[in-house]
């Protein structure tokens, strides 16, 4: 038994009592609201609330993310209502996230850290292996915990304030909350070993060259290309979804043949989906859009 994955919870729960108020004359678009701890919101939008917008809500720490907060973050994915089919992440204030609160930095032994360490992996787990596909929204700071949050989504939109770098080098400290597995994929291990050991600050144009974010919008807009991107996705087959969350990751990990059988696999799951044949055949009766050019 990993004990790390719920240490701390027992006094920490009351952070995410979430109550989901259900107007009776939801309009498309419209936003349901929810409430939640102090420190995250979450609203439900659209005709049938099927995007979840999580919010960030420690602006006068810069989003920092205290032990609290991260197992709301856990807390929030493990139990999105039945409704949402993508969901989208961002912080309130000028920043997205300015990483682990180092307040609650303490001198930890070995097991300890380790427990720490493991209760990151096992929240910022629930976003990555969750339910839904989950975009960041990303503006202003994206720096050491909240890059290794941003890089646990699954799409990151940077408006142009955003920056992105991993100060824990010269904190004297390591990241610890899954950044050196995830932060690699995006960039590779030659320019994140960069980042922390000189402290390079990626801007939003730079960061989206080299692969911390696929979207770079104007300032203010990260949230509304956030919402257009999950609104499309949550219109997708819940299998090719969930298809691309949880077995894209782990064919590309695998050896090429193992990987060509597990994709035989899958693929034969979605393609046989009563949902998927209606898609099919709808694109044949022409009744379905075609693909366009941008
Ligand atoms: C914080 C934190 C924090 C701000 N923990 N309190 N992360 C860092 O090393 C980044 C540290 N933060 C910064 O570099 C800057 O705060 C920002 C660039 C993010 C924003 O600057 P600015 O000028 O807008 O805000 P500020 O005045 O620096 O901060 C406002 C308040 O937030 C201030 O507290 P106050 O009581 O004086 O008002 C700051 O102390 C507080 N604050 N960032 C605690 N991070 C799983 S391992 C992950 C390891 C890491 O993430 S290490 C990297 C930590």
Same mark, same amino acid.
């Given at each position: 038994?990993?004990?790390?994955?719920?240490?701390?919870?027992?006094?920490?729960?009351?952070?995410?009592?979430?109550?989901?108020?259900?107007?009776?004359?939801?309009?498309?678009?419209?936003?349901?609201?929810?409430?939640?701890?102090?420190?995250?919101?979450?609203?439900?939008?659209?005709?049938?609330?099927?995007?979840?917008?999580?919010?960030?809500?420690?602006?006068?720490?810069?989003?920092?993310?205290?032990?609290?907060?991260?197992?709301?973050?856990?807390?929030?994915?493990?139990?999105?209502?039945?409704?949402?089919?993508?969901?989208?992440?961002?912080?309130?204030?000028?920043?997205?996230?300015?990483?682990?609160?180092?307040?609650?930095?303490?001198?930890?032994?070995?097991?300890?850290?380790?427990?720490?360490?493991?209760?990151?992996?096992?929240?910022?787990?629930?976003?990555?292996?969750?339910?839904?596909?989950?975009?960041?929204?990303?503006?202003?700071?994206?720096?050491?915990?909240?890059?290794?949050?941003?890089?646990?989504?699954?799409?990151?939109?940077?408006?142009?304030?955003?920056?992105?770098?991993?100060?824990?080098?010269?904190?004297?400290?390591?990241?610890?909350?899954?950044?050196?597995?995830?932060? &690699?994929?995006?960039?590779?291990?030659?320019?994140?070993?960069?980042?922390?050991?000189?402290?390079?600050?990626?801007?939003?144009?730079?960061?989206?060259?080299?692969?911390?974010?696929?979207?770079?919008?104007?300032?203010?807009?990260?949230?509304?290309?956030?919402?257009?991107?999950?609104?499309?996705?949550?219109?997708?087959?819940?299998?090719?979804?969930?298809?691309?969350?949880?077995?894209? &990751?782990?064919?590309?990990?695998? &050896?090429?043949?193992?990987?060509?059988?597990?994709?035989?696999?899958?693929?034969?799951?979605?393609?046989?989906? &009563?949902?998927?044949?209606?898609?099919?055949?709808?694109?044949?009766?022409?009744?379905?859009?075609?693909?366009?050019?941008?």
């Amino acid at each position: 038994m990993d004990m790390g994955l719920t240490i701390g919870s027992h006094d920490l729960h009351w952070l995410l009592f979430i109550t989901i108020i259900i107007p009776s004359n939801l309009s498309e678009n419209a936003t349901m609201s929810t409430t939640s701890s102090a420190d995250l919101s979450l609203r439900l939008h659209g005709e049938h609330s099927e995007v979840a917008v999580i919010t960030l809500q420690r602006a006068k720490k810069r989003n920092a993310l205290s032990d609290g907060l991260i197992l709301a973050i856990r807390d929030t994915f493990q139990n999105l209502p039945a409704s949402v089919r993508a969901a989208v992440i961002d912080g309130e204030g000028e920043h997205f996230c300015a990483g682990l609160d180092l307040s609650e930095l303490q001198e930890r032994d070995a097991s300890e850290g380790i427990f720490h360490s493991r209760m990151w992996h096992q929240a910022l787990d629930c976003v990555e292996k969750g339910r839904v596909p989950v975009i960041a929204a990303l503006h202003g700071a994206v720096v050491g915990g909240g890059l290794e949050l941003a890089s646990a989504c699954h799409i990151r939109v940077a408006d142009d304030s955003t920056f992105f770098a991993l100060p824990e080098g010269t904190r004297g400290i390591f990241v610890g909350g899954g950044g050196s597995v995830r932060i &690699p994929k995006l960039i590779g291990a030659a320019r994140m070993t960069d980042m922390m050991l000189t402290g390079r600050v990626y801007n939003a144009a730079d960061g989206e060259r080299i692969g911390l974010a696929q979207y770079l919008v104007p300032g203010g807009t990260a949230l509304d290309k956030a919402l257009e991107l999950a609104t499309r996705i949550a219109t997708n087959a819940p299998m090719t979804n969930y298809a691309l969350m949880h077995a894209l &990751p782990r064919i590309a990990e695998q &050896p090429g043949d193992h990987g060509f059988f597990t994709e035989a696999l899958i693929s034969s799951i979605a393609q046989a989906a &009563p949902e998927a044949k209606a898609r099919v055949r709808a694109f044949l009766e022409g009744k379905a859009a075609k693909v366009k050019k941008d």
